[in-house]
């Protein structure tokens, strides 16, 4: 049981990336998804979260308007796509699956992280 995320790297500010969520060993259509992220010296954050049967999305304010998950399922992955990125962007973004978007996922299922640097 393993999760992938990638297509983390450097990037200017206003630039964009896309991260990706892989499984392996488990359904991920089976999950809510989130990613959350953590900068240096900084605590873990939440991102965003997409349900599992409804696909009912979450963005933490931060991120609103910039930042969109979703999900492919014929491919069961799950993209996270960072638009208009700012230096506070900057961190080690982690996907995570669990039941719900409602959980606090500290007992789901944690991927290694993906480093997102954003130069200024």
């Known amino acids: 049981v393993q999760l992938q995320a990638s297509g983390g790297g450097l990037v200017q500010s206003g630039g964009s990336l896309r991260l990706s969520c892989r499984a392996s060993g488990f359904v991920l259509d089976d999950y809510a998804v989130a990613w959350f992220r953590q900068a240096p010296g900084k605590e873990r954050e939440g991102v965003s979260c997409?349900?599992?049967?409804?696909?009912?999305?979450d963005l933490a304010d931060s991120v609103k308007g910039r930042f969109t998950i979703s999900r492919d399922r014929a491919k069961t992955v799950v993209y996270l796509q960072m638009d208009r990125v700012k230096p506070e962007d900057t961190g080690v973004y982690y996907c995570?699956?669990?039941?719900?978007?409602?959980?606090?996922?500290?007992?789901?299922?944690w991927g290694q992280g993906t480093q997102v640097t954003v130069s200024s």
């Open positions: 997409i349900s599992d049967y409804d696909e009912t999305t």
């Open positions: 995570v699956a669990d039941g719900t978007c409602s959980s606090d996922f500290r007992h789901g299922f």
